[in-house]
């Protein structure tokens, strides 16, 4: 067991590699009741063709991942979730682009719990009917998906930066994607990306450590794990210019939805690197449309944006954006104003006193996040899938200065790499 002392913010976690490959990490939180779990693959929408070094690489349908984390949930003797249910927790997963997460919370049965989550995870049951069964489920939650105007303005805006990286595809899939899975192809997926050398288990919570190894260690030791390769993921070629500058959908909304984004050309960064240019880029999308500041407070006085208005940066190896938007009455205005007041920060530079201000409240709210057992494991493995490590941001919120963050405006705010995705009902689109 080895022991990671983070002094900065009063946190001790400890991790060990167990005979397999998997990788666990637990975190004590000495007065916590409750117990959150998570055991994560690096496994997400992305990764539509992918190889065993080798051996060949493989092209598979869209939505596969999605389709995975559904069929996890059934086992011969019936739903996984009622055995949770059973042992009072309650139990969840979901997909991403890079990673497929199943949890569970609980403030008792712990260990049977944990025994539950690895267990179910690592016990795949796929038939032609349970397979086929769920092609059914999944295509009602894809045309749900459709209908809803945040879901299509959100992913219509990778539609709109992306040519050919598979980002800009929905992670369920297409209808017709998910037509072509057969439970070969899941068992393919599942023995590439489900092996514990790609797997993180990480709990949380009122627990002790050395007891977690121990029921870990003795679960694994009656399981047997192939040697496996090196995972290759393959991406086409993507340029580096937006697939469209605008894209429009009508839908019938109230209010028009316009998301707009930065599609940044300068990729592969990871580890600390890409942690530290996460950092300041987001400290300057603070400052320029945090709900404090100038640009935010006149668009709301205006009545352009509501309280809907966000922001967030994405930064992997693979690719980098921002997402800004929300409901406004009018989507052109509102980029207008918005470009007008970004060149005339583009010119002037961030000032001291609003970095500071920004760099104490993101520090605020990254301590106030160590008190959510849910926020620390969702977290904690994006970061480490990406060469990262969560308990490493203080010191760089930190250390970070007023020239990297403004050397990332300039940086960022490329109008060539601006694109706009806009739902509106038709009466509204022009």
Not at 124 to 141: C, L, R, S
Not at 244 to 255: A, I, M
Not at 281 to 302: H, K, W
Not at 360 to 386: C, D, Q, V, W
Request: hydrophobic share 35%; proline share 5%.
């Amino acid at each position: 067991m080895e022991t990671l002392a983070y002094p900065g913010v009063q946190e001790t976690l400890y991790r060990e590699v167990m005979p397999g490959g998997l990788e666990v990490f637990v975190l004590p939180k000495e007065g916590f009741q409750k117990t959150y779990a998570t055991f994560s693959t690096k496994y997400g929408s992305v990764d539509n063709r992918f190889g065993v070094e080798g051996k060949p690489l493989v092209s598979v349908p869209d939505g596969i991942a999605h389709f995975l984390e559904h069929k996890m949930f059934e086992e011969p003797t019936g739903d996984i979730f009622a055995t949770f249910s059973k042992q009072g927790a309650s139990a969840n997963a979901y997909t991403s682009f890079d990673r497929t997460v199943y949890l569970f919370s609980a403030t008792e049965q712990i260990p049977a719990n944990l025994e539950t989550l690895i267990d179910f995870v690592q016990h795949p049951y796929f038939t032609d009917e349970n397979v086929n069964k769920e092609k059914g489920i999944i295509e009602q939650e894809i045309q749900m998906y459709q209908d809803n105007p945040d879901w299509r303005v959100y992913f219509g805006l990778f539609d709109a930066m992306y040519h050919a990286h598979p980002i800009h595809i929905d992670i369920a899939g297409t209808v017709e994607s998910i037509y072509q899975i057969d439970k070969e192809t899941l068992y393919s997926c599942y023995e590439t990306f489900y092996h514990p050398t790609n797997m993180i288990l990480f709990v949380v919570g009122g627990v002790d450590a050395k007891e977690v190894f121990e029921l870990v260690r003795r679960n694994q030791e009656r399981k047997s794990f192939p040697p496996q390769g090196r995972i290759i993921r393959s991406f086409d070629p993507e340029p580096t210019s937006v697939k469209e500058s605008r894209k429009l959908l009508n839908l019938p909304v109230s209010l028009p939805k316009c998301m707009f984004g930065f599609k940044e050309t300068k990729v592969g960064f990871s580890g600390e690197a890409l942690q530290r240019r996460e950092v300041a880029t987001r400290i300057m999308l603070d400052i320029v449309f945090g709900a404090s500041s100038p640009l935010y407070q006149s668009l709301y006085d205006e009545g352009l944006i509501s309280d809907s208005f966000s922001h967030e940066y994405n930064a992997s190896p693979e690719y980098s954006f921002s997402v800004i938007g929300g409901e406004t009455r009018d989507p052109d205005a509102l980029l207008a104003h918005v470009r007008e007041a970004v060149d005339k920060l583009l010119t002037a530079g961030i000032s001291s006193e609003a970095f500071e201000r920004s760099r104490r409240k993101k520090i605020g709210g990254y301590l106030r996040m160590l008190n959510s057992p849910e926020a620390i494991a969702g977290e904690f493995t994006r970061y480490r899938f990406r060469g990262g490590d969560l308990f490493a941001l203080l010191p760089q919120y930190e250390q970070v200065t007023l020239q990297e963050v403004n050397d990332r405006l300039r940086e960022h705010f490329d109008w060539n790499q601006l694109a706009v995705s806009v739902v509106a009902s038709e009466e509204k689109s022009s």
